[in-house]
């Protein structure tokens, strides 16, 4: 909302209602004009920005559910454990190379579901046993032949939960947005092990 008004991107929402009722057409020529606006583009640059500084997060719910495993004291602190030192910077990294990369296969559909389910243990893996990316990737794509049927259903299982309890109940979300997190945990937990 902040960036929306900062760059005054919610005054389009009417110019793009009046060419929607004009036709598709109409609609999608707006909309390239409007996402060709400076305005436009240093909002969707704040939104990127603002999703790889809050990235480390996810880092932070592994750590709670390691700690709910071990029956550990969770502290606040534990949600902020990937903002810790220049990790910090190795997690960021690794989000906007995922990200880039998932943006321009989200058009294909099928392949941003492939890239997704490549680098789906990617960040635990990071994070627990501190291996670099691609020698992540490449575990995960090991566990991804494996064990594909099981992660597909998990992922789907997953999605749906994270996607639809935002989608149909709006503060619910807030409450299903971790269950993502929960489903890698778990399957990076019964998938790998640490000693290997």
Same mark, same amino acid.
């Given at each position: ?6 760059y =005054? #991107?919610?005054?389009?929402? &009417? $110019? /793009?209602?009046e ?6 057409? #109409?609609?999608?020529?707006?909309? $390239?004009?409007?996402?060709?606006t $400076?305005? %436009? ?5 704040? +939104? ?16 709670? %559910?390691?700690?709910? =495993? ?5 502290? +606040? ?32 559909? *099928?392949?941003? #579901?492939?890239? *997704?389910?490549?680098? /789906?243990? *990617? !960040? ?17 794509? &090991? !566990?991804?032949?494996?064990?594909? #049927? $099981?992660?597909?259903?998990? *992922? ?13 109940? /709006? +503060?619910?979300? /807030? ?5 993502w997190?929960?489903? +890698? ?7 790998f092990?640490?000693?290997?």
């Open positions: 909302m902040l960036f929306g008004e900062k =005054d #991107v919610f005054s389009y929402n &009417k $110019e /793009l209602q060419a929607f009722m004009q036709g598709t057409q #109409v609609y999608l020529k707006k909309m $390239e004009a409007i996402t060709a $400076e305005n %436009y583009q240093m909002f969707t640059l704040a +939104i990127w920005g603002t999703t790889a500084f809050l990235y480390p997060l996810n880092l932070g719910m592994f750590q709670i %559910y390691r700690k709910l =495993d071990l029956k550990e004291n969770i502290v +606040i602190g534990d949600l902020f454990a990937g903002y810790n030192g220049l990790n910090f910077f190795k997690y960021v990294g690794y989000f906007l190379f995922w990200f880039f990369i998932y943006r321009f296969t989200l058009p294909t559909v *099928v392949l941003a #579901v492939i890239w *997704v389910a490549v680098t /789906l243990f *990617v !960040a635990p893996l990071m994070f627990f046993t501190n291996k670099r990316i691609f020698e992540a990737i490449s575990l995960n794509f &090991k !566990a991804l032949k494996m064990y594909f #049927v $099981e992660i597909m259903v998990c *992922v789907i299982v997953a999605f749906l939960f994270k996607y639809l309890g935002f989608a149909l109940f /709006l +503060i619910g979300g /807030l409450f299903t947005f971790p269950f997190n929960a489903m +890698i945990y778990a399957l990076y937990k019964t998938v092990s640490e000693k290997s």
